[in-house]
């Protein structure tokens, strides 16, 4: 598996999750410049870019998480970010990262549930 998410679980509403995710067999001269997103598929809906980030950081959100998702990464590590607060119940879904154009073949994601 080239991308590993983790870190989802079940939340209350106004909770917050840090996502987690590695690109584990991309090597690092490929995975530094490449930008690098967090989608997210909910029930019976389809899979939605919520946040970008470039390889030197700039980074970019939809409407629906602005404000209330960070996303990072840590080339060094191979590592990149979705911390998520304000949690709501429209943001259970299925959590996946890939690069910005979903090339990279898909990982299992994580579960996020915010439920009360």
């Known amino acids: 598996v080239q991308l590993q998410a983790s870190g989802g679980g079940l939340v209350q509403p106004g909770g917050s999750l840090r996502l987690s995710c590695k690109a584990s067999?991309?090597?690092?001269?490929?995975?530094?410049?490449?930008?690098m997103g967090w989608y997210r598929q909910g029930p019976e809906k389809q899979r939605e870019l919520v946040a970008h980030i470039s390889g030197s950081g700039s980074t970019n959100y939809a409407d629906s998480v602005k404000g209330r998702f960070t996303i990072s990464r840590d080339n060094s590590r191979k590592m990149v970010y979705l911390q998520m607060t304000d949690l709501k119940p429209e943001d259970t879904a299925v959590y996946y990262c890939?690069?910005?154009?979903?090339?990279?073949?898909w990982g299992q994601g994580t579960q996020v549930t915010v439920s009360s």
């Open positions: 890939n690069d910005d154009h979903g090339r990279v073949p």
């Open positions: 067999r991309m090597i690092t001269s490929v995975f530094n410049p490449k930008t």
